[in-house]
């Protein structure tokens, strides 16, 4: 299935070339959208409705002729007590969709971003049957969504509840706190539904409340979830302490890690939809006396202004910061505890500098945004793509600007 999906992401059409074949929009609304992208961040078929370029139906059958999806009205659907029970509140709120048809055993749900696709695998895990997606435009799905599973959304503790319930019998809940654990009972507990939905709604809540980091701390007789909010963390209520591994076994899961190496650091990614946007997860486990602690680096790049005008510099420090970024040599050092917006400062820096007459290269790990028109490159020291040989490449490639994330040992 992944296969099939990265062989179609490979060669379906751009969304502004498609556009264009429509006759809806010219290379100037294009390029005047990316230009908006750049600073502002989005979606391009998003922006150019804000822009005046294109309307919402058109938008929709362009994404519809990208994804190879039909296109319905949600106002013609009429939703029953038994369809919509077909998916739970808090699935429903968390990938912004709604079921509106039953066809035999395949269930047909309503979303509104194409470009999210891949929730379909997490809901057909999830109820137990095949699932397919047709595109409705987000106002209605949103309306959808609000109307019929706004008021329905379970509760924390009711989740618990179910996972304790889901989890009882298995050697961490008779320990009690999770270590000793055999490698198809940790399998069974990460792919246990109410622990899928219990991880669900603790990466809504925090996604919702605009945390950039969401920690998994397992401690002797305790477990506890923390996020961090404008640089201060705040505790959600404890989960049982055998919980810890199911919680943390089900992220190893969605991330690709080994759940079996639970002795070593594990870094992996997540790439998912919340309330229909995409959401990029950045996962870290490491090892410690009580099992592994998780650290869950939340990147949303719909709620990140990239423009320098809005990063919240004081009127002084942003014209001296414009004024380095602009002279022909040099080097700047940004440093600063984790959270305090060194990668937001650095991206808004290279957008305010990028024109098409300056060759700008960056090397990073990870990628956190992708921004146009500059050339990035991704770390992997495992196969030699380390910062010193990436820095020493870029050299060759007659760069005007060079970003290096990190200055290691």
Same mark, same amino acid.
């Given at each position: 299935?992944?296969?099939?999906?990265?062989?179609?992401?490979?060669?379906?059409?751009?969304?502004?070339?498609?556009?264009?074949?429509?006759?809806?929009?010219?290379?100037?609304?294009?390029?005047?959208?990316?230009?908006?992208?750049?600073?502002?961040?989005?979606?391009?078929?998003?922006?150019?409705?804000?822009?005046?370029?294109?309307?919402?139906?058109?938008?929709?059958?362009?994404?519809?002729?990208?994804?190879?999806?039909?296109?319905?009205?949600?106002?013609?659907?009429?939703?029953?007590?038994?369809?919509?029970?077909?998916?739970?509140?808090?699935?429903?709120?968390?990938?912004?969709?709604?079921?509106?048809?039953?066809?035999?055993?395949?269930?047909?749900?309503?979303?509104?971003?194409?470009?999210?696709?891949?929730?379909?695998?997490?809901?057909?895990?999830?109820?137990?049957?095949?699932?397919?997606?047709?595109?409705?435009?987000?106002?209605?799905?949103?309306?959808?969504?609000?109307?019929?599973?706004?008021?329905?959304?379970?509760?924390?503790?009711?989740?618990?509840?179910?996972?304790?319930?889901?989890?009882?019998?298995?050697?961490?809940?008779?320990?009690?706190?999770?270590?000793?654990?055999?490698?198809?009972?940790?399998?069974?507990?990460?792919?246990?539904?109410?622990?899928?939905?219990?991880?669900?709604?603790?990466?809504?809540?925090?996604?919702?409340?605009?945390?950039?980091?969401?920690?998994?701390?397992?401690?002797?007789?305790?477990?506890?979830?923390?996020?961090?909010?404008?640089?201060?963390?705040?505790?959600?209520?404890?989960?049982?302490?055998?919980?810890?591994?199911?919680?943390?076994?089900?992220?190893?899961?969605?991330?690709?890690?080994?759940?079996?190496?639970?002795?070593?650091?594990?870094?992996?990614?997540?790439?998912?939809?919340?309330?229909?946007?995409?959401?990029?997860?950045?996962?870290?486990?490491?090892?410690?006396?009580?099992? +592994?602690?998780? *650290?869950?680096?939340? %990147?949303?790049?719909? &709620?990140?202004?990239?423009?320098? !005008?809005? $990063? @919240?510099?004081?009127?002084?420090?942003?014209?001296?910061?414009?004024?380095?970024?602009?002279?022909?040599?040099?080097?700047?050092?940004?440093?600063?505890?984790?959270?305090?917006?060194?990668?937001?400062?650095?991206?808004?820096?290279?957008?305010?500098?990028?024109?098409?007459?300056?060759?700008?290269?960056?090397? +990073?790990?990870? *990628?956190?945004?992708? %921004?146009?028109?500059? &050339?990035?490159?991704?770390?992997? !020291?495992? $196969? @030699?793509?380390?910062?010193?040989?990436?820095?020493?490449?870029?050299?060759?490639?007659?760069?005007?600007?060079?970003?290096?994330?990190?200055?290691?040992?």
């Amino acid at each position: 299935m992944a296969q099939l999906a990265n062989r179609y992401t490979r060669t379906k059409k751009l969304l502004g070339q498609i556009l264009k074949e429509m006759g809806a929009i010219h290379e100037g609304m294009v390029q005047e959208a990316l230009a908006h992208q750049r600073t502002e961040g989005g979606q391009i078929g998003q922006i150019l409705v804000k822009l005046g370029h294109l309307d919402e139906p058109t938008l929709q059958t362009a994404l519809a002729r990208q994804a190879g999806l039909e296109v319905v009205d949600l106002d013609q659907v009429q939703f029953t007590p038994d369809l919509l029970g077909r998916i739970d509140a808090n699935t429903a709120r968390m990938f912004n969709v709604v079921p509106i048809r039953q066809e035999g055993s395949k269930l047909v749900v309503a979303l509104s971003n194409p470009q999210n696709t891949a929730l379909l695998d997490d809901l057909r895990f999830m109820t137990g049957g095949e699932v397919e997606g047709v595109l409705a435009p987000q106002e209605q799905v949103d309306k959808a969504v609000e109307k019929h599973y706004g008021q329905a959304q379970d509760s924390m503790r009711t989740l618990v509840d179910s996972a304790i319930n889901a989890t009882e019998g298995t050697p961490a809940a008779k320990s009690g706190r999770g270590g000793h654990v055999d490698l198809a009972d940790q399998e069974a507990m990460a792919n246990s539904p109410p622990v899928i939905k219990l991880l669900q709604y603790i990466l809504f809540q925090a996604i919702r409340d605009r945390a950039s980091d969401i920690h998994l701390e397992p401690f002797e007789e305790d477990f506890k979830i923390r996020y961090r909010v404008d640089g201060a963390l705040y505790e959600l209520e404890s989960p049982p302490r055998h919980l810890a591994v199911s919680l943390i076994s089900r992220v190893k899961v969605m991330s690709g890690l080994d759940i079996a190496e639970t002795r070593l650091p594990q870094d992996g990614r997540i790439e998912m939809s919340i309330g229909g946007r995409p959401v990029d997860l950045r996962v870290s486990t490491l090892p410690t006396m009580f099992g +592994e602690s998780c *650290v869950i680096r939340v %990147l949303d790049r719909s &709620v990140v202004s990239l423009d320098i !005008e809005q $990063i @919240g510099l004081r009127e002084k420090e942003r014209e001296l910061i414009q004024k380095l970024i602009k002279l022909p040599y040099g080097i700047v050092l940004v440093t600063g505890p984790t959270g305090s917006g060194k990668t937001t400062t650095l991206y808004s820096c290279l957008n305010h500098a990028n024109d098409v007459g300056i060759k700008i290269i960056t090397t +990073e790990d990870p *990628v956190e945004y992708e %921004l146009q028109g500059i &050339v990035q490159i991704q770390v992997n !020291e495992e $196969i @030699g793509t380390t910062y010193a040989n990436c820095l020493r490449a870029i050299l060759r490639q007659d760069p005007d600007m060079i970003l290096v994330g990190e200055i290691r040992d």
